[in-house]
């Protein structure tokens, strides 16, 4: 028996009552979105969404991202139904300590599968998630059937990303992909026909979509639009849902308080309306807004049971299939587990003296070889940032064909990064991207939502600094290390790094950086890389034993018994304090070179370890390619730091290196002026 279209409204209802009275007892929200929305979270959670109730982190499950985090009372309440939260949670709306902030945050257990807020990201994470699933399915069969749903508003819509995952989703052909667009003419400050005239349908036909126009609050157009998406088999599908913006709001004189910009952003006394009206014309009690109607208790009670039988079913077939393929098996439970793979870093042969994206390229080649469940991309700079070195062993999507495992994204740093997050979300598979270095600041808003939640995306960032050299200041980084060191310093919440930045300083510390970036599971990795050759650093033994010290931040290369100054730097700038420490032993100076990837993880190791690396009161050079602020921690009181204060210039690198300073010269130079 398919639910009553009357209960199917009064569950609606219920979300639409339950979300006002969040925001009107916090004083602060948006209610409108989230009751004009109600409908469609209601009948994909009561009907359509596939999910294990007892077993939240089931991978086969289907997936739902949101992507107006400012809808988060909408799915707190539905998933309030499905009993992820109590009242007394949804109660406690945007106040300290609780699980329901303002913008929702990942969270698998509850329900939640991404973190949302940024409006345009989280539909694009649905992008990368329908891309893993492709990928697993591709390697998995018919175990990693699953559907991805997104919902997104008229802002996201109308965010910039929304062109790169509409066009990266319809050229991929991923109808596992169906996308509620959730149009109700109304944003904070303004009605959308105001700032938009565009048609939509017309836009997401052309990038190779279906698309479906429904009245979003009709429970019959709802389902019809969702059976008609499922069955598609060539296409992602857009369900354009025209929606009431605070559907059912009321004012004191029962005037409607509907399709009105007030209700966007403030609770509804706040924009006029009168909350009590409001609850009362929705049937609810506004003396006691926070309850779960009888019959729509029943109704998700029954999808309880619904399910149930779904995953019991899916479950006996996987069971089967695990029998069947038990090498597959193994390898799924591995995938999913998270855990880093097993390589013999040591193994990787280098050649000498390369540019460090080179040697990334190396490993790169071995990773694609050795480690079956990774993915790497490349915002259309493959044979530049060198990620062609996994590519030359795979190839890349296309649609119909995902057993490659190459993610090529087109000129789309912020999609390509979101992307990328999204497959990190879905789980089963190791992410990389890369471009050139100057073109993290595109990315920089999704760096910041892989770091806060928690996810370890390898990014690669070649032509790492001036010398990039004839290209000119647009494409040499200058502050972008300051900048991406900046995470370094900010903490997650669970009291860690939020992410790790590695600089290294040759070929052999390039391979134990990738080895550091593959076992860090908990957060994003950076790995910055030189377009230009480097001299390999010296070293007294075997170099990959001693480069091996790069896992605790930073380590001393070589050093003088006593020294008189602790030379300091990363990347290419350490083989620099090479060829300048020669020049100053040659004049008697005693010198300490260090190396330094990852200051944020040096500032982690024992205060033992750091003063053994550089002893507190110690006379201190640094070298830095980028702004001197890179190295002024480590430098401290008593040194001085050479670095680049200005943009750069066109022109061949080893004559910028000559004009800026960073020559072993200059190195003797500022060294000796800082010990007169």
Excluded at 22 to 43: L, Q, R, T
Excluded at 300 to 325: P, S, T
Excluded at 529 to 555: C, F, H
Excluded at 622 to 651: H, I, M, R
Aim: net charge negative; with cysteine.
């Amino acid at each position: 028996m398919p639910n009553s279209i009357s209960v199917l409204n009064h569950a609606a209802d219920n979300i639409r009552i339950l979300a006002a009275s969040m925001v009107e007892k916090a004083k602060s929200g948006h209610p409108g979105g989230a009751m004009g929305g109600a409908d469609f979270i209601n009948v994909l959670f009561s009907e359509y969404l596939v999910y294990d109730p007892k077993n939240p982190e089931w991978e086969g499950r289907d997936r739902y991202f949101q992507d107006p985090g400012h809808m988060s009372p909408m799915l707190y309440s539905a998933l309030a139904l499905t009993g992820k939260f109590t009242m007394e949670e949804l109660a406690q709306f945007r106040q300290w300590g609780s699980p329901t902030p303002g913008h929702p945050e990942v969270d698998v257990k509850r329900g939640i599968e991404n973190t949302s807020g940024p409006l345009g990201q989280g539909h694009t994470y649905a992008v990368g998630a329908a891309i893993a699933a492709k990928f697993l399915k591709a390697r998995l069969g018919d175990v990693m059937n699953q559907t991805i749903y997104a919902y997104i508003s008229d802002g996201g819509i109308q965010e910039e990303i929304s062109q790169g995952a509409g066009r990266i989703a319809g050229t991929l052909g991923l109808d596992n992909l169906i996308m509620f667009y959730d149009s109700n003419n109304i944003q904070l400050s303004t009605t959308v026909e105001e700032v938009t005239a565009e048609n939509v349908a017309m836009k997401y036909e052309a990038w190779g979509w279906k698309v479906i126009s429904i009245n979003g609050n009709d429970v019959n157009e709802i389902r019809k639009a969702l059976d008609e998406a499922k069955a598609e088999t060539e296409r992602p599908t857009l369900i354009i849902g025209n929606t009431i913006m605070g559907k059912g709001a009321k004012g004191a004189d029962d005037s409607s308080y509907e399709n009105k910009v007030s209700t966007h952003g403030q609770p509804l006394s706040a924009a006029g309306a009168s909350f009590e009206e409001t609850v009362k014309n929705l049937g609810g009690d506004p003396q006691n807004p926070f309850t779960i109607f009888p019959d729509v208790a029943e109704l998700y009670a029954k999808r309880a049971k619904e399910l149930e039988a779904i995953v019991a079913e899916r479950y006996a077939a996987k069971e089967a299939w695990a029998k069947a393929n038990p090498e597959l098996a193994e390898k799924m439970a591995y995938w999913f587990s998270g855990k880093a793979p097993k390589l013999d870093w040591k193994a990787i042969e280098q050649k000498a003296n390369q540019a460090t994206r080179a040697a990334s390229a190396t490993v790169l080649g071995v990773l694609a070889t050795q480690v079956e469940n990774m993915i790497c991309s490349s915002a259309d700079l493959s044979n530049s940032d060198k990620t062609d070195g996994f590519l030359k062993k795979t190839h890349a999507f296309v649609k119909g064909d995902f057993s490659g495992a190459f993610f090529q994204a087109g000129v789309a740093e912020l999609t390509m990064a979101c992307v990328c997050i999204g497959m990190s979300l879905h789980g089963g598979v190791i992410v990389a991207c890369g471009t050139f270095f100057v073109f993290s600041d595109y990315m920089k808003p999704a760096i910041r939502m892989a770091a806060l939640m928690e996810q370890p995306v390898k990014f690669i960032w070649s032509h790492d600094a001036f010398r990039v050299g004839e290209d000119g200041p647009t494409h040499e980084p200058v502050e972008q290390e300051a900048q991406i060191r900046l995470m370094e310093k900010l903490k997650n919440h669970k009291g860690h790094n939020s992410m790790l930045v590695l600089r290294p300083a040759d070929v052999i510390e390039t391979t134990i950086a990738w080895k550091m970036a593959m076992e860090n599971t908990a957060t994003p990795t950076a790995l910055i890389l030189s377009r230009q050759n480097i001299t390999d650093l010296p070293a007294k033994g075997n170099r990959y034993d001693e480069a091996l010290q790069a896992e605790k931040g930073a380590y001393i290369v070589e050093t003088d018994q006593n020294p008189d100054v602790v030379l300091v730097a990363s990347g290419s700038e350490v083989a620099t304090l090479v060829e300048g420490a020669a020049l100053l032993r040659a004049d008697g100076v005693k010198v300490r070179i260090v190396s330094v990837p990852s200051e944020g993880l040096f500032r982690s190791q024992s205060k033992e370890y750091q003063e053994s690396v550089i002893p507190t009161g110690s006379k201190v050079f640094g070298l830095t390619a980028g702004l001197p602020v890179n190295l002024e921690g480590l430098v401290g009181a008593n040194g001085k730091v050479w670095g680049l204060e200005s943009f750069g210039f066109s022109a061949p690198y080893k004559v910028l290196d000559e004009k800026l300073g960073f020559t072993g010269q200059n190195v003797y130079n500022q060294v000796k002026e800082l010990l007169a």
